[in-house]
Nanobody, 118 residues
Framework: QVQLVESGGGLVQAGGSLRLSCAASGRTFSSAVMGWFRQAPGKEREIVATINWSGGNPYYTDTVKGRFTISRDNAKNTWYLQMNSLKPEDTAVYYC???????????WGQGTQVTVSS
């Protein structure tokens, strides 16, 4: 059974940093796109950042460019979202995901709360 487990969320003041981790178990994502979505209260889930299985082609939504960095560690089957210069509008539940390129099957983590106070 595939599981994605997020960690690293919490409460931080504006301008601060957090690092989210997503640890996968049950399979190795050797050919997949991994990334992060977020959902703020009353809003739709939106994509934040993605990266492919080789660590290339990082994508960032415009609102986080220059502040967030996505990376992965194949040996640990884990990917990360380094979030710097956090703003109150970054407050949301952050979900990690992985989508198999071959089958398009998508796996989701349970979500981790990030709260940025002003």
């Amino acid at each position: 059974q595939v599981q994605l487990v997020e960690s690293g969320g919490g409460l931080v003041q504006a301008g601060g940093s957090l690092r989210l981790s997503c640890a996968a178990s049950g399979r190795t994502f050797s050919s997949a796109v991994m990334g992060w979505f977020r959902q703020a209260p009353g809003k739709e889930r939106e994509i934040v950042a993605t990266i492919n299985w080789s660590g290339g082609n990082p994508y960032y939504t415009d609102t986080v460019k220059g502040r967030f960095t996505i990376s992965r560690d194949n040996a640990k089957n884990t990917w990360y979202l380094q979030m710097n210069s956090l703003k109150p509008e970054d407050t949301a539940v952050y979900y990690c995901y992985a989508r198999s390129i071959r089958t398009s099957t998508t796996y989701w983590g349970q979500g981790t709360q990030v709260t940025v106070s002003s």
